[in-house]
């Protein structure tokens, strides 16, 4: 029997552009720009050999059936390893279907986790490029594998899988923190299929992208993630509510791509008062505080 268990960091994304037309998966994604949080998803895999490959699948201790991108990549990984019974355990500590990257930090730390605990042989980029073709045929993300392989805070230059996609860091990221208010979900898939939203999406992300990585200051991500998510016309009064009021105090927030979740990304000395400004605006709601995970996806001994 074998056992692993591995960490993939939340990811928020402020802006993007769509760059899925590519005949090949692997080189289908985005560029964008977002940061890497010190929540996610562990996903713990036990392994035992047998006579034909079956699997469960629990989220946060429930078992599911509808977890269709993990039985996507279970499926492709039992294609190219020994028969084992398969015990899956997602454990996720962000808001879901909210823009955290779950779907894509769950897949791809099941990924690393079934290739560990199986013994199946692959390379840690082709165990993350199946969780990455996995996501894109799903269409539950673009780009969230491939920024949760490499943490941080930064900016996807090059659309496609881990081993593909290119990205460059925006300096001095440990002085920063993340600040969210999370009030409900949106549907990334939904979104994706839009041919609207696409064509809105398309004409301000790319050069936002080109203007960052020439560029990355904190600042500036949040000045374009704003004007970005005014342009794709998705906020919600709630979120006009926080955008207006925390301008009106000196903070810029913008919106998750996809979830109704407003965030900024601001100096430690202020994440704190911004978070106690977010929660006497909104009464019974909580502003969360995190860090900004640099490492990315990793195996890990700590227990979810």
């Known amino acids: ?125 082709e165990a993350t490029q199946i969780a990455h073709v996995a996501e894109i045929e799903c269409k539950t993300g673009l780009g969230s594998v491939f920024a949760a392989v490499r943490g941080g805070f930064g900016v996807l230059t090059k659309p496609g899988a881990p081993g593909i996609g290119e990205a460059v860091s925006y300096p001095d990221q440990s002085s920063l923190r993340v600040v969210y208010l999370h009030f409900g979900p949106i549907s990334t898939r939904e979104a994706l299929s839009n041919p609207a939203l696409r064509v809105k999406i398309n004409e301000m992300g790319g050069r936002f992208v080109d203007e960052l990585s020439n560029k990355p200051t904190p600042e500036r991500f949040m000045r374009l993630s704003r004007q970005f998510t005014e342009h794709v016309g998705l906020v919600t009064p709630r979120l006009r509510t926080v955008f207006d009021r925390m301008d009106a105090a000196g903070y810029t927030f913008t919106m998750a791509m996809f979830g109704e979740v407003a965030f900024s990304v601001m100096d430690r000395s202020r994440a704190i008062d911004a978070a106690g400004l977010l929660e006497k605006f909104f009464p019974g709601c909580e502003a969360v505080v995190v860090g900004i995970d640099e490492e990315g996806a990793r195996v890990t001994s700590r227990s979810p």
Request: with cysteine.
């Open 1 to 125: 029997m074998g056992t692993s268990t591995v960490f993939a960091p939340g990811h928020l994304t402020g802006l993007f552009q769509i760059c899925d037309q590519a005949a090949d998966p692997l080189r289908r994604g985005a560029r964008g720009s977002g940061v890497s949080l010190d929540i996610g998803v562990y996903t713990r895999v036990t392994a035992e050999p047998a006579d034909a490959t079956v699997w469960s699948i629990e989220i946060n201790g429930k078992k599911t059936g509808e977890a269709f991108v993990s039985e996507n990549v279970l499926s492709k990984f039992s294609r190219r390893m020994a028969p084992h019974a398969l015990a899956v355990e997602h454990f996720v500590e962000t808001p879901v279907v909210a823009g955290f990257g779950s779907s894509g930090g769950g897949v791809l730390s099941l990924a690393l986790a079934l290739n560990e605990a199986t013994g199946a042989g692959l390379t840690g980029v």
